[in-house]
């Protein structure tokens, strides 16, 4: 196929397709970015917050996730131009949603949702207690998880600070007590036994083999 003139036709046309998809939606993130960045501040900082934001400036960025800019997005998913910065959580909201058609439902949560079923069906009788959300971004897929099991203590990790503030905002202007932390999946800061159910979506694609 990569030798195909058609199929070269069709990677290029899918290539400028998304770049022109994040330019659109970075245009209509950036008028908005002030508001944004003053609602994720406020919620991080309010005495009344239900969740938690924990980040560690000192942590490094894998390879695998800094030497690409993922699925065409600009910057990639961790790039900071401004303090506080959201701009990459925000585009990837919009622009995942349109890459979808909208068939990940309007909180783009389903791939949260049949983990959900999934566990419901075959497990009814497993006691969720703590769980933990692997490269979350923010948080769509956390959130079907902390609805289903309200008496868990719903925990999500990711590397990149600013999918981890814009998911921890979302959250908070949902409703939902979620805890996010920046660290790498490969080794994080929790004792081992920790978590009653470890789940990850649409991650493992964006890590290396040796990382996996």
């Known amino acids: 196929m990569l030798r195909d003139p058609l199929g070269q036709m069709t990677s290029e046309l899918r290539l400028l397709a998304r770049e022109m998809k994040f330019s659109a939606v970075a245009t209509a993130v950036e008028r908005q970015l002030p508001a944004l960045l003053d609602t994720a501040r406020r919620y991080r900082s309010s005495n009344r917050k239900r969740g938690s934001l924990l980040l560690d400036p000192a942590m490094p960025v894998p390879r695998y996730v800094d030497t690409v800019d993922i699925h065409c997005m600009p910057g990639s998913y961790f790039s900071e131009r401004l303090d506080d910065d959201v701009m990459a959580g925000a585009v990837y909201d919009r622009s995942f949603f349109i890459r979808a058609s909208g068939m990940v439902g309007p909180y783009m949560d389903n791939f949260g949702q049949t983990t ?68 790498n999946a490969e080794r994080t800061n929790f004792p081992d036994g920790r978590f009653y159910l470890v789940v990850g979506h649409a991650m493992l694609h964006e890590t290396s083999t040796a990382a996996t």
């Open 116 to 183: 959900v079923a999934y566990v419901k069906r075959n497990l009814p009788d497993f006691k969720v207690r703590r769980v933990l959300d692997i490269g979350c971004s923010i948080g769509h897929s956390t959130l079907p998880i902390c609805e289903a099991w309200p008496q868990a203590k719903v925990h999500g990790i990711d590397v990149a600070a600013p999918m981890l503030r814009y998911a921890h905002a979302r959250a908070e202007t949902l409703g939902k007590a979620m805890h996010f932390s920046q660290q």
